[in-house]
C-alpha cells in the first residue's frame, strides 16, 4: 500500500482535499485582496472585478440588463459584482483541488485569472493604459505564489525520516503531511491578505478628495434667467402621491458606472468638434458658469422604465443654454443646412449619448447642466457638468459626466445603446402613473383619493382619465402645470364600493395624442400601455 493509498483509507480522508480547496479559496482572496491595494495606487477602476463588471456590463444583450435594471433597480450593480466574486470562488476552490494533483498547473490557472483581469482592465474605454494591468497582473502572482506554498504543505511526502533516528518515522507518517506548516502558512496568508485588501479598500475609498473640494467650492451664480416661479397647485396634498420636485437624493439613478467617476471641476474641459464646428473650442467649468445661466424644471425619464415604473424624477436645473454654445461654434442643425445631424455626447468613463442636432436647437432649453435643485450636480448625477435635453429619454440626451461634443451623422456613428439594439432617437412617450393606491392596497369603502404624475415632456399634458374596473373613463383633476417639460400631478376622488376593483389611467397630450394602449416593451424606445393597479376595498 503507497502512503497516498493510505491516507485515504485514512478516517480523515476528505481533510486534504478540503484544505486543497481551501488553498485555492486563499489564494483566490490574496489576489483580490493584492489587486485592490495595488488598483490603489493605479486608479479604482483599473481592479480585476470593477473591469471585468464593466465588461460584463458592455456585453449583456439589451435585454438581460433591462431585466436586470427592472428587477434589482439602483441594487444591480452590487448584484454583477456579488454573482462575479460566486464564479471567482467557485474556480478558486476548483484550482485548489487541481493543484493537489499538478500543482504547478493549479498555479498557472491563477494566472490566467489574472490575464483575463488584465485584459479586461486595459481594453475598458475610460483605460489610461498598461498600468490598468497591474492590479490584475500583481494580485494573480501573488495569488499563484500563495496557492503554491500552501499546496505543497499538503503534499504527502513519500519518506518520512525521523530527525533522530534518522530512520523512516510512522509516527510522523500518519498525516503524511505538513500540518503545521499548513496551518502556520494559511494563517498567515489569510491574516497578510485582509490586511492588504483593507489598506487597499480604505486608499480607494479616500480618493477623489480633489473633486470633493472642487465641489465643495462651487458657487452657483444667481441664473440670468431664473425658472418661471412654480405656480401654486402643482402639488397635490394626497399620501402617497409623489412629490413635484424630486429631491436629489430620492432622483432615480441608472448608470454603467461601477465606480461613480469623481472628476475635479478645476480641472474638467469640455471639447466641442466635429462636423461643421467652424470654431471648435474648449470649456472649462469657470468658462460655463460666467456665461448666462438659465434655470428650468424638467423632468427626465429613463427608456428602461416600465409602465408604472420609478425611472422618472423632475428637478429644478441650472444650466449654459447648450444650442447657444453651439451657435458660436458655428454649428447649424441639418434643417439650417448643418452638416451633422448627431450630437454625441461623450463622459470620462467613456460612455457615449447621440442626440439629433435638430432637437437640441430647435429652441427647447437643452442645457449643459451645472445645477440641480440648487445644489452643485451630485456625484451620481454628473458632476460638474451633465446634458438634459427635453423630451428625449436619458439614454438618448442626459450624458453625465460629460468631456467632449462631437458634431457627426446618425450614418457615420452609432452610440453606446444604440450599439445595443436600443433605437438612435427617442422621444418620450406619453405616459401617467398612479402612485396611490399601492398594488393590493386595502383602503375602506367611501372616497378614496386615487393619484398619480403624468408626462408628456415638451408637448404637455392635457387630461388625465382613469378608469373604474371596465367602467366609462372619467376625468382626473389635474394639477396646475408648471411647463410642457415637466410632469403633471393629477387626483381621482373614487366613489370605492367594497371588493375587488381595477383602477386603470391613461393621459392625454396637447398634440391630443391618448397614450398609447398597446403594451410595448421598454427596448428599442420606451415603454408603452397604460398603468393599472388591482386593489381590494373592505
Ligand atoms: N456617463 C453616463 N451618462 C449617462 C448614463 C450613463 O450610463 N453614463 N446613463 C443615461 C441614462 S440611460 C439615463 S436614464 C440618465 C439618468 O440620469 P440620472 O442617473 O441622473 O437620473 O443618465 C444618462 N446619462
Ligand atoms: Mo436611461
Known amino acids: 500500500m503507497t502512503d497516498d493509498e493510505k491516507n ?29 491595494l495595488v488598483s ?50 467557485v474556480f478558486a476552490l476548483a484550482l ?70 534518522g530512520k523512516e518515522d510512522d509516527s510522523a507518517r500518519a498525516p503524511g503531511w505538513d500540518r503545521r506548516g499548513f496551518v502556520i502558512a494559511a494563517t ?35 441664473p440670468a434667467s431664473p425658472a418661471p416661479a412654480v ?31 469623481k472628476v475635479n471641476a478645476r480641472t474638467w474641459r469640455l471639447r466641442i468638434h466635429g462636423k461643421g464646428v467652424t470654431r471648435p473650442v474648449t470649456v472649462s467649468f469657470d468658462d460655463l458658469t460666467r456665461r448666462e ?23 429644478r436645473w441650472i444650466g449654459v443654454r447648450l444650442a447657444d454654445l453651439l451657435s458660436e461654434c458655428g454649428v447649424k442643425p441639418p434643417s439650417r443646412g448643418g452638416p451633422a445631424d448627431q450630437l454625441v455626447a461623450r ?62 451623422t446618425f450614418d457615420a456613428y452609432d452610440s453606446y445603446w444604440v450599439k445595443r439594439t436600443w433605437a438612435r432617437k427617442a422621444p418620450i412617450k406619453t405616459q401617467s402613473r398612479i402612485d396611490t393606491p399601492k398594488p393590493f392596497a386595502r383602503p375602506k369603502s367611501g372616497t378614496v383619493m386615487v393619484g398619480g404624475v403624468a408626462w408628456a415632456q415638451h408637448r404637455g399634458i392635457d387630461k388625465v382619465e382613469v378608469r373604474v374596473d371596465d367602467g366609462p373613463w372619467q376625468e382626473a383633476r389635474l394639477a396646475a402645470e408648471d411647463s410642457r417639460d415637466t410632469w403633471r400631478l393629477w387626483s381621482f376622488p373614487w366613489q370605492a364600493t367594497k371588493g375587488g376593483h381595477t383602477l386603470t389611467v391613461r393621459a392625454s397630450d396637447r398634440s391630443g395624442a391618448v397614450q398609447a394602449e398597446r403594451r410595448a416593451p421598454t427596448i428599442p424606445d420606451g415603454a408603452s400601455g397604460w398603468h393599472s393597479v388591482v386593489v381590494t376595498v373592505e
Not at 486563499?26 to 483580490?32: K, P, R, Y
Not at 480604505?202 to 458657487?219: E, M, P, T
Not at 409623489?242 to 467617476?261: C, E, H, K
Open 8 to 36: 485515504l483509507r485514512n478516517p480523515r480522508e476528505w481533510l486534504r482535499p478540503a484544505l486543497g480547496a481551501l488553498s485555492g479559496a486563499l489564494a483566490g482572496f490574496a489576489a483580490l485582496a493584492v489587486a485592490e
Open 40 to 89: 490603489a495606487w493605479v486608479r479604482p477602476q483599473a481592479g480585476p472585478v470593477i473591469a471585468v463588471g464593466g465588461a460584463a456590463i458592455d456585453r449583456t444583450p439589451a435585454g438581460v440588463k433591462d431585466w436586470a435594471i427592472r428587477n434589482f433597480g439602483t441594487n444591480d450593480k452590487l448584484i454583477l459584482q456579488l454573482g462575479i466574486l460566486a464564479v471567482l470562488a
Open 96 to 165: 485548489g483541488l487541481v493543484a493537489m494533483r499538478y500543482r504547478r498547473i493549479g498555479a498557472a490557472g491563477v494566472l490566467v485569472f489574472g490575464i483575463v483581469g488584465a485584459g479586461a482592465a486595459t481594453s475598458r474605454p475610460d483605460s489610461t493604459g498598461f498600468a490598468d494591468a497591474l492590479p490584475s497582473v500583481v494580485g494573480a502572482v501573488i495569488g499563484a505564489v500563495v496557492l503554491f506554498l500552501l499546496v505543497g504543505r499538503l503534499a504527502v511526502s513519500r519518506t518520512v525520516l525521523s530527525p533522530t533516528s
Open 188 to 222: 498567515a496568508a489569510a491574516a497578510a491578505s485582509a490586511g492588504a485588501g483593507a489598506l487597499g479598500r480604505a486608499l480607494n475609498g479616500s480618493r477623489g478628495q480633489d473633486a470633493i473640494a472642487s465641489r465643495k467650492d462651487v458657487v452657483l451664480p444667481a
Open 231 to 261: 405656480p401654486r397647485g402643482t402639488q397635490l396634498r394626497i399620501p402617497g402621491i409623489s412629490a413635484f420636485t424630486t429631491s436629489n437624493s430620492d432622483f432615480y439613478r441608472v448608470d454603467t458606472a461601477l465606480v461613480v467617476p
Open 293 to 315: 445661466l438659465i434655470e428650468r424644471d424638467i423632468t427626465l425619464t429613463c427608456v428602461s422604465n416600465e409602465v408604472g415604473g420609478p425611472y422618472v424624477g423632475n428637478a
Open 347 to 408: 463622459s470620462v468613463d467613456g460612455m457615449t449619448i447621440g442626440s439629433p442636432v435638430d432637437d437640441v436647437m430647435d429652441g427647447r432649453d437643452a442645457l449643459l447642466a451645472v445645477g440641480m435643485n440648487g445644489q452643485p450636480l451630485p456625484f451620481e448625477h454628473g458632476f460638474p457638468v451633465r446634458m438634459v435635453v427635453p423630451g428625449l429619454y436619458g439614454y438618448v440626451s442626459a450624458c453625465k459626466w460629460i468631456t467632449d461634443i462631437e458634431l457627426t
